[in-house]
């Protein structure tokens, strides 16, 4: 499976982006997606997950009711809307897919393949 991430930017506090995550190489539609991020000196955390389903989805609480996740089965993509940005928000952002797996973790672990990773920056 391979993972392309795109949409990171330089953003002001409050502001939105999208970012989107094309998979290719296997069944998409049957493999649960998720979104981490890592900022500087950090460890790499959850942000977000769904599984096969896009009723199932799985939320960091910090950014539960900012952010959203989403997938189009059909395009092969996985998508993450982010409003109401804050500075803390800024990391590198990685989608990551959890191979013959149809749910929504968060446990980093159980992904398997990794995107390249996009950059978000916040400017306060």
């Known amino acids: 499976v391979q993972l392309q991430a795109s949409g990171g930017g330089l953003v002001q506090a409050g502001g939105s982006l999208r970012l989107s995550c094309v998979a290719s190489?296997?069944?998409?539609?049957?493999?649960?997606m998720g979104w981490f991020r890592q900022a500087p000196g950090k460890e790499r955390e959850f942000v977000a997950a769904i599984g096969w389903s896009t009723s199932t989805t799985y939320y960091a609480l910090s950014v539960k009711g900012r952010f959203t996740i989403s997938r189009d089965n059909a395009k092969n993509t996985v998508y993450l809307q982010m409003n109401s940005l804050k500075p803390e928000d800024t990391a590198v952002y990685y989608c990551?897919?959890?191979?013959?797996?149809?749910?929504?973790?968060?446990?980093?672990?159980?992904?398997?393949?990794w995107g390249q990773g996009t950059l978000v920056t916040v400017s306060s």
């Open positions: 190489g296997r069944a998409f539609s049957t493999t649960g």
């Open positions: 990551a897919a959890d191979k013959g797996a149809t749910r929504a973790t968060a446990r980093i672990e159980l992904y398997d393949y």
